[in-house]
């Protein structure tokens, strides 16, 4: 149970993405310290197996996954205080944690007002302003119940929520719970306490370590159910993946120091063994407040799905320029077959083909157009040995000239031939008739004479 005191006007939370290195650089007030105590004053031990948390009366635990964020929430009444007013909100992916203030039957009753308020109002997307519109929707709901006798008057709680998507973590927050965020193994305290003794923090008149442990502590400055006029930090935060986000209550805070729960984030493999490693460092501290605590990790940030869409676009591109060369090939290819023409060969004889010499995957590039009646035998060998290889004609009617001045010479060629062996059988025939007539007349002449003479 805290003390409220009103709250000094003070500028609003801002908007936009706060890069991790400001973050890391700004927010962890403390934290340096922390971590010089834990070398110089003996820790708790870490693992607290010892305790089950699950037997102890006034709690509860939940968890859940998905393919983005992996969770686990967990509250206790704690060792001292007899009733649990804390409540927490495990609503993926909003997340938060309310801790009553008002005693008996009233903080609980304002920390449920405050968590399902802020549920019915939460944006859908990771907008900071919209959460802090949502938190203080509750604060006006919570004081509105004190009004209508659902709770009492002077109750109030605080409140810090967180809204994770993709690479963006909204966060809204009033009071002294807390929202740290643990990247790359350092622990970062997010959200600033709305407390009496972080404004000395702040002043540098104490450490967080003092603050921690200061008579004061339990004095807040700003809450839920206090003033109609309250208004919620909020801002935004970029989260990627690996990162581990703890949202808990004072119950944690004011036990266990920042660097025992930053080494027992790190060295916890889940969330419900992170929560339960938290949870239990609290109650070995001597749990004298109730204490609430969710771990979530972010699983995936959405920029592998990012990556694999971009991937898959890629290919489907080229494939898609692939397919356009191919179509564009065939097209090409189609076109020069259709008009391409040559003379070749076929059967022995002289034939005239459309398209092209060749084939491609196996399919002819070319088809017989018409098979023509010079045959290669009549040709000169030079003829041949061209046709056997194609000759490329620029259409149809050129390859028919070329064929009928095959045929032609072929018809010349012949008639010379012919004419050749008419010219060498005249010749022979002419020199066989002048010998006979030759050899009979003066020899058949020679006796008459000389019979004559006689």
Request: proline content about 4%; hydrophobic content about 40%.
């Amino acid at each position: 149970m805290s003390d409220v005191e009103q709250d000094t006007p003070r500028r609003k939370g801002t908007t936009g993405p706060i890069p991790i290195v400001t973050r890391m650089a700004h927010a962890a007030e403390g934290l340096a310290e922390a971590r010089r105590a834990r070398h110089t004053a003996p820790m708790t031990p870490m693992a607290q197996t010892a305790i089950d948390l699950d037997a102890r009366p006034g709690g509860g635990v939940e968890m859940g996954a998905d393919t983005r964020l992996s969770w686990a929430a967990r509250t206790d009444v704690g060792l001292v205080r007899s009733h649990n007013e804390d409540s927490y909100l495990v609503r993926n992916p909003l997340f938060g944690v309310c801790d009553g203030m008002g005693g008996h039957a009233a903080g609980e009753v304002a920390s449920a007002i405050a968590v399902r308020t802020i549920a019915s109002h939460a944006p859908e997307h990771a907008d900071d302003a919209l959460l802090g519109a949502a938190v203080e929707a509750a604060n006006e709901a919570v004081i509105q119940g004190a009004e209508t006798g659902e709770g009492k008057p002077g109750m109030g709680c605080t409140a810090s929520c967180c809204l994770i998507e993709g690479t963006q973590m909204a966060v809204a927050h009033v009071g002294d719970s807390r929202i740290y965020l643990l990247h790359a193994g350092t622990l970062v305290r997010v959200t600033h306490d709305h407390s009496y003794v972080e404004e000395l923090v702040d002043a540098g008149e104490i450490t967080a370590d003092e603050a921690r442990v200061h008579p004061s502590r339990s004095i807040i400055t700003r809450a839920l159910g206090s003033d109609p006029d309250m208004y919620a930090d909020h801002f935004t935060l970029a989260v990627e993946r690996g990162d581990r986000v703890i949202v808990c209550s004072d119950g944690l805070s004011s036990m266990v120091p920042d660097s025992q729960i930053e080494a027992l984030a790190v060295s916890s493999a889940t969330p419900i063994d992170c929560t339960n490693e938290l949870v239990s460092a609290a109650l070995a501290e001597g749990g004298h407040d109730n204490v609430s605590v969710i771990v979530v990790d972010v699983v995936s940030d959405g920029r592998e799905e990012q990556r694999r869409l971009a991937r898959r676009r890629a290919v489907l591109g080229c494939l898609g320029a692939l397919a356009g060369l191919v179509v564009a090939a065939g097209i090409v290819l189609a076109l020069i077959v259709n008009n391409s023409w040559y003379i070749g060969t076929d059967a022995g004889n002289v034939g005239i083909y459309k398209g092209i010499r060749g084939s491609f995957l196996g399919i002819p590039l070319s088809e017989l157009e018409e098979t023509t009646t010079v045959k290669l035998q009549d040709l000169p060998e030079a003829t041949q040995h061209q046709l056997a290889s194609g000759i490329t004609v620029e259409n149809v009617d050129k390859a028919r000239s070329t064929v009928s001045a095959y045929a032609t010479q072929i018809e010349e060629e012949q008639a010379k031939a012919q004419k050749a062996a008419s010219d060498a059988q005249s010749e022979s025939t002419d020199g066989s008739v002048g010998s006979e007539s030759g050899d009979a007349g003066p020899e058949a002449a020679q006796p008459q004479n000389a019979q004559g003479g006689e």
